[in-house]
């Protein structure tokens, strides 16, 4: 029989494992799944005969060597949570949100026009820019959840025709009616105004005050999802359609509405990324942060701390990219391949383990037939 | 007088799955000529045990002997050589290929060129057809084809690869009572044609019925096998169960006071546009149980889902308290005051990855006390949380498990203490006991009176004629959309339900045209 | 003033060809059941290889023709590997299908990239390698018009066209046919009757490794002699949306195959007859036309029930 006190300590313990064990159960998956990415990258550099030692040490060295590095793999962090954030909302509703890119792309067109286009004293104009960028990318991924909500497209294929609509209306907007009348005759658009412009928090680098309203935004997405009725609604949607609706919930609207708030975070993402950085649109402008979002998403286990952080793993990777195939000769498309295999392994978490299963097996297989010959060795 | 050698024997299977035992050293032998039974609650392992015969699962020990030689069941392909053929519970049928296509998926004719040789098939399964008297069309697509006609394909089947003994899983779920007279002359016709059939069931009436030797099986471990002339739905059933059963349920008379739900001609169709209700008119009182019997796929579940507003009716009215619901969604029409328990639990009635205490406000977790405008008040939902795992004795310990990992017994009474929580005026309950133990089923069926008994107005709808027999104070008959029979509880007899279920009798005037 | 000539017909089967073979492919992995979104990714790796294979069998001093038809093999043999990689991940590993083919479509790019990078030292076009252009066919090509735009083409434009009745007849008139559908449309009937769920899934998915690669070889080495990075420029996509356009039928992909096409044809011919379109809008069109097809009268498009879901026995 145990006395009080011990019991009192133990359920203390318990309740921690309880709390942690859940948290540590997550995290090792996406953990994992990176290590594992970043050993078999290691295995492709060996191949090609570099040194995976050297060659990471300039990946980190090219994301964090500096404050200009750090600056710059931060402002590459900003997109990627905002569309990471898009992903993995939608997918809360298990809608598969592969337009990211196109409402990243004309989110930022439209914040470019009412950044370039408009006039307004700073405190108006920066807001009104970025809200353009949240509405027109709201409007753009409100389009694929309205076709599903009330014509049963399913959003993979419809996001996907989007996304290339998107980038051929812009080609056409960005080499036509918006583009800037200038001797030069450039294929982009004018620059948008100083009174719409992010103010840059890091000098040297071009870190602007974008991360600082990512990183809002990463929790009030969190606070969506896990406070509110609005969270609770599309959750329920995207784990039992049938449920929901049998509880008074409206799926399809839900659904609609999951899509016009992954459109908007994205669209925002795209506004950020012109205020705070470009300032101006240019022809064939298609960083690819809507598709790099999905793997975002996924390691990120479709929650807003776990994409800050996994957008934060992305940014790094392909800021370090540059600097690992400069210094070290690695090609950079490397990371690519690393970001392909880091996806592979999350959806597919056996694969993990199939590797020491399998070892596992042939060592069993190999003591038995070891085991096997003894035994005939000793009748002979 | 000499051993008979039995076809088919499984001598201690054993099958463990993570977590649970599914068969536990189980023995049973199938002679010719024999329709052996094979009785169990839902759960106890008989589909598992006849997967394993059947080479879909492979046996953590034991062994199979057929014809007395021992054979390894690796996969159905050899299952189908040995002349074991298989009729599922859950047919297994490609709904967009014919009937032709589906009997010779696997083993196809060929021309001599190696392409399909339909014409052949058809050939061959219209002499099967004939030689065992099952009906068939072959060039009928199964979307088309009635469930009657959809069992005796599966049958064709197991006769075109040449069965020798043959598992029925549960076939009677989906049939009239003169359909199951039907299947049980095929199932004679077998025998004496050296065919002997293995009939799994858990309906006691049943296998009194048509089967020569009864095995029980109960959680796994088999109980024994018995002969026909010494077995009695009691006996069986407690050889089932394990302790002695109280097959009827008690209940006190019925007090009916003012209409709560009033259904007035109600027409439905389905979204391929055909009719799946076609007039359907009755009340349910204040106080009063009234129990709607069919067979499955006569409208009643499009029946409860107009009613709840989860599908359009076409036309006619629904009123509630004299309230005009109609066509109103379904957000309202449960604020309105009706509760539902649905028929399929994980597919209407919970998010099965929510936790317990989020499935327990479903339907009221916008509102008061559970949220103010968006903000949700988990203070409120956890101590509501608390309040009715308590009342309804749920088995869990707390309430953030997530539902899916407790037992169908226990989901059930999660969505039951939810709907009742909400102190409907009407409380509808469909197949309220489906897939769940004997015991939780009499605390439902205590529940489900006491709200009768509490001034509310329950109509009960349910596959198990026992159930609606045992409960309702008024039972209903559906039939192709319709209600053809009214008919007091205590005056029914099973036989005449099943005219009516059948649709050869009705005493409710044909309904208006929609 | 004309647009619609000969030439312009044979352009838009030449268009054709490459969204032909891809949407082949993809008929026989979505109708084995394993959706397959990776058709982009797969006709990149084909495009690279075929080029790769022709460059180093010019290296070596072989023909330019055998060179030519090595790349060809090669494309193919590589569209099957990187298939197999989808196959193994949503069959054995019975991860969800789209993520598995975004990541085939992430992992063509920075391979094919990373390879150009290192072999060729170059990040945009590769230098020239043998290819296998026009083969007209002697006496077929000579007869008017219908000559010119079908039998003076690139070899693999004949073996896509050759495809599709092929592809059909397997799928509609052979048992393998029937059982790979079934794979697709009730898995659970077919093992019951001891027909390989597993083995019939990754028959599917290898051929439309085979036949992406295929058409992902006509676009470096068919219709041009090098690679350019990324340049399916969503010809893969193009081809997924003529699947469900066609309805999972070899016939009906073709149709939707040979309208993209044209759409694709008739833009280059507006453009130099001057007619005042912006190239954008009619580049568009495919994926509009895709779009107003699944919303509008194809609406509900069937496509295998099982398609999508792993199978667990």
Redesign the interface.
Known sequence: MATSEESTRKSWRVRVMLVISPLLQGLILPVGAIIMALLVGAI?ILV?GKNPITAYAALIQGAFGDVFSIGETLENTTPLILTGLAVAFAFRAKL?N?GGEGQFLIGALAATWVGANLSFPSFVHLPLTLLAGIIAGGLWGGIAGF?KAT????E???T???N??AI??I??MV??PMKEQSALDIPQTARVAETAQLAKILPPSRLSAGIIIALVAAAFVWWLLW????G??V??VG??F?????????PNYNMFLAMVISGGLAGLGGAIIISGLFLRFQHGFEPGYG?TA??VS?VGGNNPPGVVLAALLFATLSQGALGM?NVAGV???????????V??FV??P??VR?LPQWLEKRREAAQAAAEGAQLEGGQA | MTEKVPVIEMRDVTKVFPGVIANDHINLAVYEGEVLGLLGENGAGKSVLMSILYGLYQPTEGQIFVRGQSVAITEPGIAIEQGIGMVHQHFMLVPVFTVAENIVLGSEPRTGAGTLDMAKAVEEIKSLSEKYNLEVDPRAKIEDISVGMAQRVEILKTMYRGARVLILDEPTAVLTPQEIRGLFKIMRTLTEQGVPVIFISHKLKELMEICDRVTVIRRGKMIGTIGIEEASPEKLASMMVGRDVVLEVEKGLAQPKEVVLDVKNLHAVDHSGLPVLNGVSFQVHAGEIVGIAGVAGNGQSELIEVITGLHKAKSGAVHLNGDHITNHSAKEIIHKGIATIPEDRHHRGLVLDFSIADNGVLGSHDRPPFAHWIRRMFAAIRSYADKFIQEFDVRTPNQEVLVKNLSGGNQQKVIIAREIGREPDLLIAAQPTRGVDVGAIEFIHKRIIEQRDAGKAVLLISNELDEVMGLSDRILVMFHGEIVGELLAEEATEDELGLYMAGAKRNTPPAEGG | MEILSVALFASTIRAAAPLILAALGGIFSERSGVVNIALEGIMLIGAFFAMMISYFGAQFGLPPLVSAISGMVGAIVFGFLISMIHAVVSIRFRADQVVSGVAINILALGLTGFLLQLIFQTSGNSPSVPNLSAAPIPGLANIPIVGDIFFNQPPIVYIALIAVPVSSFVLFRTPLGLRLRSVGEHPKAADTVGVNVFSLRYLGVGLSGVLAGLGGAYLSIGQLNIFTEGMTNGRGFIALAAVIFGKWNPWGALGACLLFGFADAVQISLQNAGVNIPSDFLLMLPYVLTLVALAGFIGRSNPPAASGVPYEK
């Open positions: 492709f090609i598969f592969i076709l014509r049963g497209v399913h993979v294929i419809s996907i025709m989007l290339f609509i051929f209306f080609s056409y080499t036509g406070k509110t009725t609005v609770y609604e959750r329920a784990l039992n049938f449920a929901a609706e049998f509880g008074g919930i409206k598709f999905i793997a996924l195939q090609p950079q498309d490397i990371v690519l391949v690393i970001q392909a295999l996806i592979f959806a597919a056996q694969i199939a």
